[in-house]
């Protein structure tokens, strides 16, 4: 199957939806020029779950508030 195409949206981006070496779906959203905008992050048991993956940030990332966080700290433990 074919990538999934954004660009009804006035986007230059296109979410790719493709199964990892470990049989796993996996979405990643690629800009024309090449560049990976953002992955799933996880793998998917089911081509089906990736999907709805890709919904949701579809569905909530679009007008989505940018928070400016400061780095943890070494001592925190946090990466």
Excluded at 2 to 8: A, E, I, N, Q, Y
Excluded at 17 to 36: A, F, Q
Excluded at 58 to 70: C, L, S
């Amino acid at each position: 199957m074919g990538p999934l195409d954004v660009s009804t949206r006035m986007s230059q981006a296109t979410f790719e939806l493709y199964e990892d070496r470990e049989g796993k779906y996996r979405w990643r959203l690629v800009h024309d020029n090449g560049n990976i905008i953002a992955d799933s992050g996880e793998g998917y048991a089911t081509k089906q779950k990736a999907r709805q993956g890709i919904e949701s940030v579809r569905t909530n990332a679009g007008d989505a508030d940018v928070e400016e966080m400061d780095a943890p700290s070494e001592e925190s433990g946090e990466d």
